[in-house]
């Protein structure tokens, strides 16, 4: 139990194309889910997190105009990089935390987006 | 400021030998340390929490409140442990996770 899985699982983009990752809870339902970035040989960080049915709430630093996100269901959210430049390349991976009491986060197999 | 210091990229050590991965942590309040693992090809995967205080697959963490430091220790390393860990902070109610930057743990045969 518990998966989450993330759709695409890789993507190449020309620059200023807008590229969406899927991210959902295939088992259970997530009323929150949390969107990373990371780096070659770096650790993850955590660039917004997204409650269902509400905005996002974006990390200092991070472009919220840039970074769309969207957790319109229990079980999707969204992420889509608009306008990508080759800087946005990088490995996305979202969590997903459970309605229940547990605050245990499972997390996706991740996206690997490169922007030409 | 919160922050999660792993101060080991790599961490080599026979198949056996003792296994000890380091872990710091920054954070003025009172937190929850975790610990994840990422095997080869594989996703995140949540290893232990401090406050649950138990055993996983043979590692142990106790969170040093003093010394602000969570180590990962096991007594006998085993091959199938090499993979990639992180150690991570929940500093409030909010769910979001801090993440050090990580160790690789090699197990030699």
């Known amino acids: 139990g518990a998966v989450v899985s993330q759709h695409p699982s890789w993507v190449i983009c020309k620059s200023g194309t807008s590229v969406k990752i899927e991210c959902r809870s295939l088992?259970?339902?997530?009323?929150?889910m949390f969107w990373y970035r990371q780096f070659p040989k770096q650790s993850l960080m955590l660039m917004a997190t997204?409650?269902?049915?509400?905005?996002?709430?974006?990390e200092q630093g991070v472009e919220k105009d840039k970074f769309l996100i969207n957790h319109a269901s229990l079980t999707l959210s969204t992420l889509t990089v608009t306008s990508a430049h080759p800087e946005d390349s990088s490995f996305y991976i979202c969590?997903?935390?459970?309605?229940?009491?547990?605050?245990?986060?499972?997390f996706g197999p991740g996206t690997r987006l490169t922007v030409l | 400021a919160q922050r999660v210091t792993q101060p080991e990229k790599l961490l080599s050590v026979f198949k056996g030998a003792p296994v000890e991965l380091k872990c710091n942590y920054s954070y003025s309040g009172s937190p929850e340390l975790f610990w994840y693992v990422q095997y080869s090809r594989q996703r995140l995967q949540l290893l232990l929490r401090h406050i649950s205080r138990e055993s996983i697959k043979g590692f142990t963490a106790d969170l040093n409140k003093g010394e602000t430091s969570f180590h990962l220790k096991k007594p006998f390393a085993q091959e199938e442990d090499s993979a990639m860990y992180y150690c991570a902070l929940r500093a409030d109610s909010s769910y979001k996770l801090i993440f050090g930057s990580g160790t690789r743990l090699l197990v030699r045969p």
């Open positions: 088992d259970f339902q997530a009323t929150t």
């Open positions: 997204s409650n269902e049915g509400s905005k996002a709430t974006y």
């Open positions: 969590s997903a935390k459970g309605t229940s009491g547990t605050d245990t986060q499972y």
